[in-house]
């Protein structure tokens, strides 16, 4: 399975940018980038999905290297809502991966006013 | 759009007891998936469901089993409670849980197991 690094803990300013990088150096072709994040006690929240170009919806942007090897997840306008822990995923290859998501430890994310 | 529903939110039972989690997935989702998310182990993978088949399945001994119905409507079991057991269980939904595929997850079931 691919795996990704991610730094254990990072602040952030309110209103500010919020840049959280994850390095998945040993990514296959077909594999996609997903990122999550998980308020406390509550349901992981699907942010943003990405295979090889830029992605960018409502709540944040994915930003994937050229060479596939890392990501950043940019959310433009940070709140104190956005406190949460951070995972970035790779998808496996088609079969092995039916419903399946490799949850790392992510990165905790706190806003501060 | 409703989103992936859980029942019963927070439960407790008492060692050796089974228990049965159920999961209504998002309207049209054809693959149900299930996590265990301990403070010890983080999040992992349980098994997968899709057209009322087992399609993938994670490490876990076969004391926790799972189903799905027709209408896509899935339920696990933990039989034989043990107090490791104690942990938020995760249902998730996709269309057909296909890499590519968004996977949406419910608020979680909390178990208590004493």
């Known amino acids: 399975d691919a795996k990704t690094t991610q730094p254990t803990s990072m602040d952030c300013a309110e209103g500010r940018a919020a840049n959280l990088p994850c390095n998945h150096s040993t990514i296959s072709g077909n594999e996609y980038v997903y990122w999550y994040r998980q308020i406390h006690s509550q349901g992981p929240q699907y942010i943003i999905h990405g295979l090889k170009n830029n992605e960018t919806n409502e709540m944040a942007s994915l930003i994937i290297t050229e060479d596939r090897k890392s990501s950043t997840l940019i959310l433009p306008h940070a709140t104190l809502r956005d406190t949460a822990v951070y995972y970035c995923i790779v998808r496996v290859g088609p079969t092995d991966s039916w419903g399946k998501l490799q949850f790392g430890a992510g990165t905790q994310v706190v806003v501060t006013p | 759009k409703a989103g992936v529903t859980q029942t019963p939110r927070y439960l407790i039972k008492t060692r050796g007891q089974q228990v049965t989690l159920s999961c209504s997935p998002i309207s049209g989702h054809r693959s149900v998936s299930w996590y265990q998310q301990t403070p010890g182990q983080g999040l992992q993978f349980l098994f997968e469901y899709f057209s009322e088949t087992q399609r993938n399945k994670g490490n876990f001994p076969g004391r926790f089993s799972g189903r799905q119905f027709s209408n896509s409507r899935s339920e696990m079991n933990v039989s034989t409670l043990e107090l490791g057991d104690s942990a938020l269980y995760l249902c998730?939904?996709?269309?057909?849980?296909?890499?590519?595929?968004?996977?949406?997850f419910g608020e979680g079931s909390w178990l208590t197991v004493v």
């Open positions: 998730a939904s996709s269309p057909d849980g296909g890499s590519g595929n968004t996977i949406y």
